[in-house]
Nanobody, 115 residues
Framework: QVQLVESGGGLVQAGGSLRLSCVAS????????MGWYRQAPGKQRELVAL???????HYLDSVRGRFAISRDNGKKTVTLQMNSLKPEDTAVYYC?????????WGRGTQVTVSS
C-alpha cells in the first residue's frame, strides 16, 4: 500500500513559478511510473508529467519546456517544478504512483494562475 501527500500548490500570477512536492509512504522502489496529473473544472484528468524508475520523463505537450519532474526513491518524493505558468495551467494537481487505472493517488493540491 502506498499513500501520497502533495504540497506546494497555491495562487501565482502568470509567468510565475511553483514547486509541487509529493511524499510517499510505503515502498515505491517497485513502482515504475510516478507522475503528476491535473484536472480543471469541467475537464477530464490529464497526465502532466511522468518519470519512470530509471529516470525517463514524459510531458504533456503544452507544458514541455516549462515543467520539470524529478524523483528521489531514497526520499520517496516526486517533485514538479512549474515555471512560466499560464492561466490555463489552473487545476487541481494530483500525484500518482503506478498509473491511472490501478495506481495510487494523492488528494490533490490546487494551483491557480491569475492573468
Amino acid at each position: 500500500q502506498v499513500q501520497l501527500v502533495e504540497s506546494g500548490g497555491g495562487l501565482v500570477q502568470a509567468g510565475g513559478s511553483l514547486r509541487l512536492s509529493c511524499v510517499a509512504s510505503g515502498n515505491i522502489f517497485s513502482i515504475n511510473n510516478m507522475g503528476w496529473y491535473r484536472q480543471a473544472p469541467g475537464k477530464q484528468r490529464e497526465l502532466v508529467a511522468l518519470v519512470t524508475s530509471i529516470g525517463t520523463t514524459h510531458y504533456l505537450d503544452s507544458v514541455r519546456g516549462r515543467f520539470a519532474i524529478s524523483r528521489d526513491n531514497g526520499k520517496k518524493t516526486v517533485t514538479l517544478q512549474m515555471n512560466s505558468l499560464k492561466p490555463e495551467d489552473t487545476a487541481v494537481y494530483y500525484c500518482n504512483a503506478g498509473g491511472f487505472s490501478q495506481g495510487f493517488w494523492g488528494r490533490g493540491t490546487q494551483v491557480t494562475v491569475s492573468s
